[in-house]
């Protein structure tokens, strides 16, 4: 299972507490994550990426393994550790405020 | 008896307000979508129950929520009808609404940049809704007036949306630019005795008119005078901060402009300037009595660069001759150091037989007047900034 978190405005939009587990199949990218994302939360289409580009909401970035995973291409592959269940890929909004 | 519902759009959430017809006692509900910005909430003329919500974030974007029963759940309307709104998981169904602007040949000229603040050539970008315009037909209709400007239809609830693209596309679209406040389309107001005319307004183009339900567009602004663009009288390009009409007299329109307060007595063909003795003419909303076609509300905020009332007093002026004369409506509201704002979609009157008119500030401060303005209090004072108020009278 691969397993996501979401910033906390999107959890409670999706009605979820903790992290996300979703069933990708293929390879895992950050594509396919977020098609099974969006496939199983429909009600978070267009708050993560863009809904006719699925380009990434500009305020929006993606971290994993201590990376910052957000300029990355949509389709390259994740790290192993995201794809084992070892670690989580981390949606997050970007810091507002002082 | 009949009752009251305030809808108010906050930078934090959305609250409704209710209370019977003396309006003294409210009851607060909220905040719905708590630290979401709400920019408006408006119920069905023809279903008091069905209310539409414009949800919105710069970090997460667009979700449209509809409520059935006058606020107390929502959805996202995007579940098909006659299903369960949730799965059997309990996980709700509905994706989130798209709105996506129609660039196809066949139903509109495909426009792909207005004009950016210092003039160049500047992509349309969907932003947010600012305004939901339910139809006074039929509550499944909705029309959604977004940023970058331009005007969505709904005909299924919510549930899908589509750009009426005549507006961008009948000429004057690659010209519009952006006001301080986003390039928005804000006001929507449908003639109820003819459907099929429809008049707008966009800061900072102007204000347009339809026909024929959508279809085709023209610029309604002969008349108006900003001295702040290259060419003070242009067709498009005027900062239109909201325009306001009674349902009775539907060829009548009253506008806040940037500055100037405008009337116009031929459906937009032609304004001229009804400020007369108001103190400033700069402001943001404008609004109209229920009951009285002339009787004309507006807030006077001090200037475009001082976004607060003038001298610290929060002062509605009432105009009860269609405009020119104006009288401050004081009694009950702050007169002195009073520095909030009264934004363009933050005031409303309900239809109750004596008049209450209602306005939000950026200071969180709700009020209301049951008496057409002679007398206010605060029905909550502590709000996050209040962006929107609309009024509903529930049988």
Excluded at chain 2, 87 to 93: D, F, N, V
Excluded at chain 2, 211 to 237: C, F, H, M
Excluded at chain 2, 310 to 316: F, M
Aim: charged fraction near 20%.
């Amino acid at each position: 299972m691969i397993r996501v978190t979401l910033p906390p405005h999107l959890r409670k939009l999706a009605h979820v507490d903790g992290e996300v587990l979703l069933t990708v199949s293929g390879e895992i990218t950050q594509r396919t994550v977020l098609d099974a994302l969006e496939a199983r939360y429909p009600m978070l289409c267009g708050t993560v990426r863009d809904q006719t580009t699925h380009r990434r909401r500009a305020f929006v970035r993606f971290f994993a393994c201590s990376q910052d995973l957000s300029h990355e291409s949509p389709d390259a592959p994740l790290p192993n550790e995201i794809a084992t269940g070892a670690e989580p890929f981390m949606i997050v909004g970007a810091i507002a405020g002082g | 008896m009949s009752s009251v519902r305030v809808l108010v759009g906050t930078r934090k959430g959305a609250f409704i307000l209710t209370a019977d017809a003396k309006r003294t006692d409210w009851k607060i509900s909220g905040p719905h979508f708590a630290g979401w910005e709400i920019y408006h909430l408006k119920g069905s003329a023809v279903d008091p129950n069905r209310l539409y919500a414009s949800q919105s974030s710069g970090w997460f974007g667009q979700i449209i929520q509809r409520s059935d029963d006058g606020g107390k759940t929502w959805h996202q309307p995007g579940t098909p009808e006659g299903e369960s709104t949730r799965t059997p998981e309990g996980m709700p169904k509905a994706e989130s609404n798209k709105f996506v602007y129609d660039t196809s040949s066949e139903t509109g000229k495909p426009l792909t940049t207005h004009q950016w603040y210092d003039g160049t050539p500047h992509p349309w970008e969907f932003k947010r809704v600012w305004h939901l315009e339910p139809s006074l037909t039929d509550p499944d209709i909705v029309y959604a007036g977004v940023e970058d400007a331009a005007l969505f239809r709904s005909s299924d609830g919510g549930r899908t949306w589509h750009e009426l693209a005549g507006l961008r596309g009948h000429g004057s679209g690659p010209h519009w630019q952006p006001g301080a406040g986003g390039m928005c389309l804000h006001s929507i107001i449908v003639d109820p005795t003819n459907p099929g005319r429809i008049f707008i307004a966009i800061s900072s183009a102007g204000a347009f008119r339809t026909e024929d339900g959508g279809k085709t567009w023209q610029p309604i602004n002969r008349g108006l005078n900003s001295q702040y663009i290259p060419n003070p009288t242009a067709e498009v390009g005027h900062c239109v901060h909201h325009i306001a009409m009674h349902p009775a007299r539907p060829g009548i329109l009253f506008m806040q402009k940037h500055w100037d307060v405008m009337r116009s007595d031929d459906a937009g063909e032609s304004w001229h300037e009804i400020s007369g003795n108001l103190p400033t003419d700069f402001g943001f909303v404008i609004d109209v009595h229920a009951h009285e076609p002339n009787t004309v509300y507006v807030v006077p905020i001090k200037s475009d660069s001082e976004h607060f009332p003038l001298d610290g007093k929060l002062r509605v002026y009432r105009s009860r001759t269609g405009g020119n004369d104006w009288e401050p409506l004081t009694k009950g509201l702050p007169q002195n150091d009073c520095y909030v704002n009264v934004l363009r979609d933050a005031m409303a009157v309900d239809s109750l037989e004596q008049c209450g008119v209602y306005f939000g500030t950026t200071g969180g401060q709700v009020y209301a007047s049951a008496d057409a303005g002679d007398t206010w209090t605060a029905i909550v004072r502590d709000l996050p900034p209040v962006v929107s108020v609309e009024a509903q009278t529930v049988p």
